[in-house]
């Protein structure tokens, strides 16, 4: 069993930036590609980024160039770094690892 907790969620004005972590139990992490989703409001989970073991990493197109996805291996933890935010960048965000699922952070972007 793997747990992952979120954490670095919050209020931030139109522009501005926030960097969500997601620590991950266990000693399989490094071998896991891990990934950010994200639910806003009323719309279904959506696809933000990913990273693979190896480090190659993919993202939504609406978030390409404004987000970057890394990880540390050696700390078990994945990060999202999200710039020039946006109001439709505003939900509940996700981590992921293989099947297991974090239980999410909010983020909310006002414009």
């Known amino acids: 069993q793997v747990q992952l907790v979120e954490s670095g969620g919050g209020l931030v004005q139109s522009g501005g930036s926030l960097r969500l972590s997601c620590v991950a139990s266990?000693?399989?992490?490094?071998?896991?590609?891990m990934g950010w989703y994200r639910q806003a409001p009323g719309k279904q989970r959506e696809f933000v980024a990913t990273?693979?073991?190896?480090?190659?990493?993919n993202y939504a197109d609406s978030v390409k160039g404004r987000f970057t996805i890394s990880r540390d291996n050696a700390k078990n933890t994945v990060y999202l770094q999200m710039n020039s935010l946006k109001a439709e960048d505003t939900a509940v965000y996700y981590c992921?690892?293989?099947?297991?699922w974090g239980q999410g952070t909010q983020v909310t972007v006002a414009s």
């Open positions: 266990g000693s399989a992490f490094s071998r896991y590609a």
């Open positions: 992921n690892g293989y099947i297991f």
């Open positions: 990273i693979t073991s190896g480090g190659h990493t």
